[in-house]
């Protein structure tokens, strides 16, 4: 579904990203992870079209990826659920969900039950305002949101990031499902190693903007990729 081939980036004259090369298959959840600060948010950005890649080519779907915009991205698949959620405060539970239409054509624009079925308490709150969630419903709900796009590549960014532990068990369990699902590739960038070790079938560990370590979960050993990932 995704790979990509010797992707730079860079912010103004700084360099992050160094010859990425990985790639993510549908039907599995691929795991970027690394300490703080070696770029993983930085790959999803270039991923998502948010922060074009310097160089490097970059194919989604069988098809290569130029540097378009990043709604243009989305029209092709490509769902992001950034660090912090970015879900809008003033708008209702269901008009956050509503902005994912925009990659939609008019006759898919509604939200499916699924979404709810999946986080019930989306439904209960429908009407409620997005700022007056708590930071593991709006999880949830920016999770949702981008599932409302029927996306072929999810790039999930530190999704149990100052979220209760129930919360991420229910996280993990909607991970599991649409990766058992067949649908999509899924990537997740997390520093919770316990999960991200449970849910990934295959890991690329980030070393100052280079990958550093790589492989299924067959072939690599829990304590090798602890240890990588060690300070």
Same mark, same amino acid.
């Given at each position: 579904?995704?790979q990509t081939k010797d992707l730079t980036l860079h912010y103004s004259g700084s360099q992050i990203l160094y010859?990425? /090369?990985? =790639? =993510?298959?549908?039907?599995?959840?691929?795991?970027?992870?690394?300490?703080?600060?070696?770029?993983?948010?930085?790959?999803?950005?270039?991923?998502?079209?948010?922060?074009?890649?310097?160089?490097?080519?970059?194919?989604?779907?069988?098809?290569?990826?130029?540097?378009?915009?990043?709604?243009?991205?989305?029209?092709?698949?490509?769902?992001?659920?950034?660090?912090?959620?970015?879900? &809008?405060?003033?708008?209702?539970?269901?008009?956050?969900?509503?902005?994912? &239409?925009?990659?939609?054509?008019?006759?898919?624009? &509604?939200?499916?039950?699924?979404?709810?079925?999946? &986080?019930?308490?989306?439904?209960?709150?429908?009407?409620?305002?997005?700022?007056?969630?708590?930071?593991?419903?709006?999880?949830?709900? @920016?999770?949702?949101? @981008?599932?409302?796009?029927?996306?072929?590549?999810?790039?999930?960014?530190?999704?149990?990031?100052?979220?209760?532990?129930?919360?991420?068990?229910?996280?993990?369990?909607?991970?599991?499902?649409?990766? /058992?699902?067949?649908?999509? @590739?899924?990537?997740?960038?997390?520093?919770?190693?316990?999960?991200?070790?449970?849910?990934a079938d295959e890991f690329f560990v980030l070393t100052r903007g280079a990958v550093s370590l790589s492989g299924?979960? =067959?072939?690599?050993?829990?304590?090798?990729?602890?240890?990588?990932?060690?300070?």
């Amino acid at each position: 579904m995704l790979q990509t081939k010797d992707l730079t980036l860079h912010y103004s004259g700084s360099q992050i990203l160094y010859g990425i /090369d990985m =790639a =993510a298959e549908r039907g599995q959840v691929t795991c970027v992870m690394g300490t703080n600060g070696v770029g993983k948010t930085s790959l999803l950005k270039a991923l998502s079209g948010t922060h074009h890649r310097s160089g490097g080519s970059y194919t989604l779907d069988g098809e290569a990826i130029a540097k378009p915009p990043a709604h243009a991205l989305a029209r092709k698949g490509v769902a992001y659920v950034p660090q912090g959620r970015d879900i &809008f405060p003033l708008m209702t539970v269901r008009e956050n969900l509503e902005t994912g &239409f925009a990659c939609l054509p008019r006759e898919e624009r &509604f939200v499916p039950e699924q979404i709810f079925e999946l &986080f019930p308490v989306l439904k209960e709150m429908e009407g409620r305002r997005g700022g007056d969630l708590s930071g593991g419903q709006q999880q949830q709900l @920016a999770i949702g949101r @981008a599932l409302i796009a029927q996306p072929k590549l999810l790039l999930l960014d530190e999704p149990t990031e100052g979220i209760q532990p129930n919360i991420i068990q229910q996280i993990g369990r909607v991970i599991e499902y649409l990766r /058992d699902e067949g649908k999509m @590739a899924i990537v997740l960038v997390e520093q919770y190693f316990e999960f991200a070790y449970g849910l990934a079938d295959e890991f690329f560990v980030l070393t100052r903007g280079a990958v550093s370590l790589s492989g299924s979960k =067959a072939s690599l050993t829990k304590e090798e990729v602890m240890a990588s990932v060690s300070v």
